[in-house]
């Protein structure tokens, strides 16, 4: 703990972390933008709002996992928004924890010294770009867990309720929480300290449109199961992550530099673990990956102050949160994914900016943030708000 909190000019340090609002899948307010456009507004209400001189950047890295030719896309939405043609990007795709990677790659570009100040982003449009039909070769077909690795999510979470014996009513109980917690956050404003507005087309949005409000027991157990064809059939929508489109960003750059800039500290960079799971319950990989990321940096799970967790399905939220064996009160504090939706590519942002927001108005420490990832993968990322 002690290493943790000790602050260093060699730290990896965040000093703007903001989300756009999110809008819901084929009918919100992002429905007609595709990845491009949402980030190049956010890349100029960014460098508006802080006042960065973007020719200072060293590098960029987005997380998205759908767009097609999604580096192309990105460079041309940084360029248009008035990021110089010396700034490199990258973008980088390991589904659900693509902006969790993006942000871990700039972290380690900065502690190995190739960059000083870079952006690290993450952005899906899950209306213009859906999930893509996996295609393999019959070779690879052979393989049962080729084969599992390649089915829809929603089938993932009814394998896990079935073996892990989740019921519906448990499944309900649990996105009745995030709905319940987004629902007062976005009713009392906490959102607003996390959102940046930004204008696209002439509109300007800066509130998200997917939390449904008076959400209840009995709206929950009233609705049909959506994967009637698998498993327990007690996956609904209102017990899975909704799905929507968004983008979250932070700007990120060593502590020494930070202070010499006059840049605002507000976290710091800790660490970060990947794992792999069988495919078949890819929805359980948080309980290998914060275990993970805690031991690697020697802190015990009751040493963190707020966790957020992608609630993927509310099927493998409940296991894991059972599994791993951590209060209610210190998990997605104001709603999760199910609530607040999962675009695929903003969600590892997202959490970071959520977390790191809740913990500046509370006074907290220590944010882990972890996730499934499609194909039997898991994340996690430890950050210390200052």
Not at 30 to 52: C, G
Not at 122 to 148: F, H, W, Y
Not at 244 to 256: N, Q
Request: with cysteine.
């Amino acid at each position: 703990m002690s290493e943790i909190l000790r602050k260093s000019d060699d730290d990896v340090v965040i000093t703007f972390a903001k989300r756009t609002a999110v809008g819901k899948v084929r009918k919100g307010q992002m429905k007609d933008y595709p990845v491009d456009e949402i980030l190049h507004a956010l890349f100029k209400a960014t460098l508006s709002e802080t006042k960065l001189d973007p020719s200072t950047m060293d590098d960029i890295c987005v997380g998205t996992c759908h767009p097609p030719s999604p580096l192309y896309v990105s460079r041309a939405a940084a360029l248009a928004a008035g990021i110089p043609a010396h700034v490199p990007i990258s973008t980088i795709n390991r589904l659900c924890s693509s902006g969790l990677m993006a942000i871990r790659s700039i972290a380690h570009d900065i502690q190995s010294g190739e960059s000083l100040l870079a952006l690290a982003a993450g952005v899906e449009s899950m209306t213009l770009n859906p999930r893509p039909i996996p295609a393999v070769c019959e070779e690879v077909t052979k393989s049962s867990q080729a084969n599992d690795c390649l089915q829809p999510m929603g089938w993932t979470s009814e394998m896990v309720a079935e073996h892990y014996k989740i019921p519906r009513r448990v499944q309900d109980e649990f996105a009745l929480i995030s709905h319940t917690r987004a629902s007062e956050s976005f009713t009392k404003g906490v959102f607003d300290r996390e959102i940046i507005p930004v204008q696209i087309r002439g509109n300007v949005i800066s509130k998200d449109d997917t939390i449904r409000v008076g959400v209840t027991m009995e709206s929950l157990s009233g609705l049909k199961p959506v994967f009637p064809e698998w498993g327990e059939s007690s996956t609904t929508a209102g017990n899975a992550s909704g799905i929507g489109d968004g983008a979250a960003l932070c700007v990120m750059t060593t502590r020494e530099n930070a202070v010499k800039k006059g840049m605002e500290i507000i976290a710091k960079w800790v660490g970060s673990s990947v794992v792999g799971v069988e495919p078949r319950h890819m929805g359980i990989a948080p309980i290998a990956a914060v275990p993970k990321v805690l031991a690697q940096h020697g802190l015990k799970k009751e040493d963190v102050d707020v966790y957020e967790m992608n609630e993927a399905f509310a099927s493998q939220f409940a296991h894991c949160v059972d599994q791993l064996g951590i209060s209610m009160d210190k998990i997605n504090p104001n709603g999760g994914a199910i609530a607040i939706t999962h675009p695929l590519g903003m969600t590892g942002v997202r959490q970071v900016v959520t977390g790191l927001a809740h913990l500046g108005a509370n006074n907290g420490g220590i944010l882990c943030t972890s996730m499934c990832v499609g194909s039997g993968m898991g994340a996690a990322g430890l950050f210390v708000r200052e």
